[in-house]
């Protein structure tokens, strides 16, 4: 069985909870050996740290999203510091930039409900406290970018970023700035949600297209779900959920295969090379435990 690794997902999360025990026996039948589950906001950080106890697999990561940045505590960046001081292997995540909640989202997305959208300059303020965090700390940073990778890659430059790197992840960013994110300690995790897109167009950001993950270099290269968020298409989903409680479609965890597998394919690489490469990258970024 090869050994698979998650770069980006959320067991944490409440849609999941009934089957969580049957989604673990299925990631262990498929050989998934590591996961980063990435804690989002104040109120989800303790069931990450639960459920790190629980599954040897999980690679617990603590951050305030940008979607949850609005509804953030007073005491939130000071909670964040006891989080990871107490949890020394633990990383920084989920943090970032999304200009696709302020003006790309249409009315009513019901994924934004009860949340206050917090406007471009107080996400910033977010973000770059956070990375300053992990860099001081010397954890791994996952982050989330929607349509703001100008500011993104300035704010990257600005403040000082950790020594061991960090993860865009789901990249949808525009291909000639790879190079410079890679220059800044980037690594990059591919999406199976992106095969939603035909070969050669863009995504809805105007970005980033399928062919464009040929161009990432092999030792920066991760693969994720971000389950239960960014469903396959269905021709795609091999492991599936019943629908969430509002009827949305969830990701089951266990279809991080089909990502090393359209990966592959893509970079007409063995899956058994990309297994390798990807699990030295996985080691060196969040499982490098003698750079804490
Ligand atoms: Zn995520």
Redesign the pocket.
């Known amino acids: 069985m090869l050994p698979l690794y998650d770069a980006?997902?959320?067991f944490q999360f409440d849609e999941l909870a009934p089957h969580r025990p049957a989604i673990a026996a299925t990631l262990r039948e498929i050989g998934l050996k590591g996961a980063v589950i990435?804690g989002?906001c104040e109120q989800d950080w303790p069931v990450v740290t639960t459920l790190a106890k629980q599954y040897d697999w999980i690679v617990p990561s603590y951050g305030l999203?940008p979607w949850d940045c609005g509804n953030r505590s007073p005491q939130w960046l000071a909670s964040l510091r006891a989080q990871l001081e107490a949890h020394p292997l633990a990383h920084v995540?989920?943090i970032g930039l999304d200009r696709w909640m302020i003006d790309g989202v249409k009315p009513g997305d019901p994924r934004l409900d009860g949340l206050r959208v917090a406007p471009m300059e107080e996400q910033r303020e977010a973000f770059t406290s956070q990375l300053g965090l992990a860099a001081a700390l010397n954890r791994a940073a996952?982050v989330?970018c929607l349509q703001a990778f100008g500011p993104l890659l300035e704010d990257l430059k600005d403040t000082p970023r950790p020594a061991r790197g960090f993860l865009l992840?789901?990249y949808s960013g525009p291909a000639e700035m790879i190079g410079p994110f890679a220059e800044l300690g980037a690594y990059f995790s591919f999406n199976a949600n992106f095969l939603k897109h035909k070969s050669g167009s863009r995504s809805p950001g105007g970005y980033s297209r399928l062919q464009d993950w040929k161009l990432i270099p092999a030792d920066r290269l991760l693969v994720?779900t971000?389950a239960p968020?960014?469903p396959l298409p269905k021709e795609w989903t091999v492991h599936l959920l019943p629908a969430g409680p509002q009827g949305e479609k969830l990701n089951h965890p266990a279809n991080i295969e089909v990502a090393y597998a359209a990966l592959a394919s893509l970079r007409k690489t063995p899956v058994e090379a990309l297994v390798n490469q990807v699990e030295k990258n996985f080691q060196r970024l969040f499982l490098n435990h003698a750079q804490l």
């Open positions: 980006h997902q959320h990435n989002s999203h995540g989920e996952s989330h992840h789901a994720e971000d968020a960014m």
